[in-house]
Each structure stands twice: as structure tokens, then as C-alpha cells.
């Protein structure tokens, strides 16, 4: 049984810094993945660059946040005023990093699973914002992924990693549990996500909002949402089973009409404006995860 005697906040700040590092390359993938012309979508190979002066980007004008800070915001070669979103997606995805073994026990399937859905949630949430894209080049590999993470626990379902909680206590945690918890309380496991419940997450992710949308689309003459919407609610039907996933799609569309509305009613918007559902979606997530079994206990609590 492997043992992970590390405290909490020393793993919190090793992570960081991988975090702050990989909220760099989140950057390049909001920046090119929505790109129209393909080469400029490469996210691999291009080496980093100034997207108005073409420039590349110096090593020491590359490191997260500190080099936005020193530079105070500008490109080192034209002066173009750097977006504040460079250096905010790189402080979230270094606190999403920081965050996750005092969320999910470290070390485990669950927790990899809940920091990929993190740090995909982030770049969608951008991408999504700045050019209404939500791309495939993300969202059909996390499909797969979220089917694929339900297969250790068949394998290896007595599998065990001992965490450490601080004061000495140790926690032994199923190193392959697949499933929601309510964080931070650990032994408040939920239902485990099995190969059936993410088939169907998958399924009914995207096939649900389509018919939604065709019903939709005779009243209103309009799309409500765009296909991506249905990709992302596939994948994270995938990840969490169809359960979370109608849960986060009900969160979303909650969002959503908090926005929309008084958008409408200050005559800002019109019920054709277009708003980036993957945005609430992405926001929808984290509590369902983290909170969901929770929440729908507390919700049952009310209905009775
Ligand atoms: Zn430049």
C-alpha cells in the first residue's frame, strides 16, 4: 500500500508551481485552439510568441505572472498591452493546482480526474468567453477519457493509497475510487461514476440538449445553444455520470437566466443575444463535483 506522508500544504505548493507553469501553456491553448486556419492551431510544436507583433517570447518573459508583472503588461518588443487574462488564467490554474490535495486525497484517481476536469473547465470557460468556442480538439479526447477512468476500479477495486490528514492521522482512501465526494470530508464518498453511468452520462450529455434545442429551435426560430454545449455537457456526463451532469446542466441554465435576465430587462440584450453557455457550464461543475451528493440530499430535504 502506498503511503503519501507528505503534509497537505507542502504538496499544495509543489503543485503550484506546476500549476502556474501549465496555466501558461492554458493560455497558448485558449489563444490557438480557436484559431481558424489549422497551423495556427498547432499548440505543440509553435514556439510561444506575441499574438500582435509576432515576436517570440523571450524564456525570462515567459515565466508566469512575474514576467506580466515586470513587464507591467506590455510585449517586451511592441508595447502591445497584454490582456489581463493572461496572467489571471495562470494564477487560476496555479490555485486550481494548489487547491487539489486539500480537496481530492492526493495521489488518486480522483484526483487526477478532478484536477483534468479542472484545468479543462478553465480553458473551455475562456475560450468560450473571448470567442465563443469550445473546441473539439478538447472536447473529444475528454470523452474518451471520462469512459477510460472508469476502468481501474474494475481492475484494481481493492487498491489502496494511505493519505496523510495532519496529526498524524493516515487515511486509507481506494487508490482507483471513481466518483463524487463531498469534499473536503473525505469518507463521504458518493456513487461510484461505473462504465454504464458514464455511457449514459455521455449519451444523454449530447443527445438531451439536441432535442431540447430541435424543440427549441421550432418555437423560437433560433439555436438556444451551439453544438459545442452539447459536447461539453458529453464529456462532462463522461466524467461525473448522467446524474451530476443533468445536476450541472440545471446548474448552468440557473446561471444563466441569473445573467440573461437582467441583461433583458436593462435592454441590453435581446432574447437572440448570444451567451456563452460553456461559461456556466464550466462554472456549474465545480460545486456539483465537489457538493453534489450534499446538495441533492439537502434538496430532497426541501421537496418533502
Ligand atoms: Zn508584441
Known amino acids: 500500500m502506498p503511503t503519501i506522508d507528505l503534509p497537505p500544504w507542502f504538496l499544495s505548493v509543489i503543485l503550484a508551481a506546476f500549476g502556474l507553469v501549465l496555466g501558461s501553456f492554458a493560455n497558448v491553448l485558449i489563444h490557438r485552439l480557436p484559431q481558424e486556419e489549422p497551423e495556427d492551431r498547432n499548440v505543440a510544436t509553435k514556439p510561444s510568441h506575441c499574438p500582435s507583433c509576432k515576436a517570440p517570447i523571450r524564456w525570462y518573459h515567459n515565466i508566469p505572472l512575474l514576467a506580466w508583472i515586470w513587464l507591467r503588461g506590455k510585449c517586451a518588443a511592441c508595447g502591445w498591452r497584454i490582456p489581463v487574462r493572461y496572467p489571471l488564467v495562470e494564477l487560476l ?87 463524487l465526494q463531498a469534499a473536503p470530508a473525505w469518507h463521504l464518498f458518493g456513487q461510484p461514476v461505473d462504465w454504464k453511468t458514464s455511457l449514459i452520462g455521455l449519451i444523454l450529455g449530447y443527445g438531451g440538449p439536441a432535442l431540447f434545442n430541435q424543440i427549441f429551435k421550432w ?71 465537489l457538493y453534489g451528493p450534499g446538495l441533492w440530499t439537502a434538496y430532497l430535504g426541501l421537496v418533502q
Open 93 to 179: 490554474s496555479g490555485l486550481i493546482f494548489a487547491a487539489s490535495p486539500w480537496l481530492f486525497p492526493f495521489g488518486t484517481l480522483i484526483w487526477l480526474k478532478g484536477l483534468i476536469c479542472a484545468y479543462a473547465l478553465l480553458v473551455l470557460f475562456f475560450t468560450d468567453l473571448t470567442e465563443f468556442i469550445l473546441p473539439d480538439a478538447l472536447q473529444f479526447p475528454l470523452m474518451a477519457l471520462g469512459v477510460l477512468f472508469t476502468l481501474p476500479q474494475i481492475f484494481w477495486p481493492a487498491h489502496a493509497t494511505r493519505i496523510w490528514l495532519g496529526s498524524n492521522q493516515l487515511l486509507s482512501v481506494d487508490t482507483f475510487f471513481n466518483g
Open 219 to 289: 418555437i423560437r426560430k433560433t439555436d438556444g445553444l451551439g453544438m459545442g454545449d452539447f459536447k461539453m455537457l458529453a464529456w462532462i456526463g463522461a466524467f461525473w455520470g448522467w446524474g451530476p451532469m443533468l445536476g450541472i446542466l440545471f446548474g448552468g441554465a440557473f446561471l444563466g437566466t441569473l445573467v440573461g435576465l437582467p441583461l433583458i430587462l436593462m435592454r441590453r440584450a435581446t432574447g437572440k443575444t448570444m451567451l456563452p453557455f460553456g461559461c456556466a457550464l464550466a462554472l456549474a461543475t465545480p460545486p456539483i463535483v
